[in-house]
């Protein structure tokens, strides 16, 4: 798979990321068995590249830095363009990096210790993931699966550290994204105790449209693949009731799937539902 990460449209400058470098898509399994080498060979991990400082200003960890903070966050960066299904880390694994999405999407998923998977949150362009675990015991708590190809940049605990120093604006975001990524569990946690599932369902929908969703003629378009489960485990309920609501609201025609993108056709309608003025 050929690489164009030199193109503007990336949000990058001229680079020495080799565009012959081939990605291939690992599993956690698999990232498990090969040694750190071969898997930089498969990733290009080495390349080197130059983020434009106005990709870092619009990502919510860098926020309000000066471009002379945003030069020093982008020599820092890792980047790396990763295929679809690739495990950008997985559950347990300690030599934690802060994450950020450039390009595409990120699952985020945990196993139980029954084995049993249940997807946690969604990261679009612009968001952080794994950072948390920079603070606690510098294992990652969840799984990060690729959802499409995407383009990522990373900071290694020393990296950021240092950049928090100089920087203290970025500190400060981290306690801002902190406090967001809590709200939205407390939310969760409410909803689960309060609420029916059908409206559930619906909050979960118009929050992936808020996150990633874009205006077509068709309506509010969510711009990553879901399946009916991801849906059913952000919204606290069983495939067969998420598939049973989403399958009614399709005939009512209220949204459509297509290969797995949703797209909302009456979000105006969905809102009512969760806020629960529909009977």
Request: glycine share 8%; aromatic share 6%; proline share 3%.
């Amino acid at each position: 798979m050929p690489s164009d990460i030199g193109s503007s449209r990336h949000g990058l400058g001229g680079t020495a990321y080799d565009n012959a470098t081939a990605i291939y898509p690992v599993c956690a399994s698999t990232n498990r068995s090969l040694s750190s080498a071969r898997i930089g060979s498969l990733l290009g991990m080495t390349a080197k590249a130059h983020l434009f400082p106005e990709t870092l200003a619009a990502m919510e960890l860098f926020q309000g830095l000066p471009a002379s903070a945003l030069e020093a966050v982008a020599a820092a960066a890792r980047l790396r363009r990763l295929s679809k299904d690739f495990c950008v880390f997985s559950q347990g694994d300690d030599g934690v990096r802060a994450h950020a999405v450039i390009e595409g999407a990120v699952r985020i998923a945990q196993s139980g210790s029954d084995g049993a998977q249940v997807v946690m949150r969604f990261i679009g362009p612009g968001e952080m993931f794994g950072t948390v675990a920079l603070f606690t015991d510098g294992r990652y708590p969840a799984d990060a699966i690729a959802l499409t190809e995407i383009l990522e940049a990373s900071w290694s605990e020393a990296d950021l550290l240092d950049l928090i120093h100089n920087h203290p604006q970025i500190g400060v975001n981290v306690i801002r994204i902190i406090g967001k990524r809590l709200q939205e569990v407390q939310d969760r946690v409410r909803e689960l105790a309060t609420q029916r599932a059908e409206r559930r369902v619906a909050y979960a929908v118009l929050r992936l449209a808020h996150q990633a969703g874009h205006s077509t003629a068709g309506g509010t378009a969510i711009e990553f693949p879901l399946r009916r489960k991801d849906l059913a485990d952000i919204s606290g309920t069983t495939l067969h009731t998420a598939s049973r609501i989403l399958t009614g609201w399709e005939k009512a025609g209220l949204l459509i799937t297509e290969s797995q993108r949703l797209t909302l056709r009456q979000p105006t309608e969905i809102l009512r539902i969760a806020e629960g003025d529909v009977e």
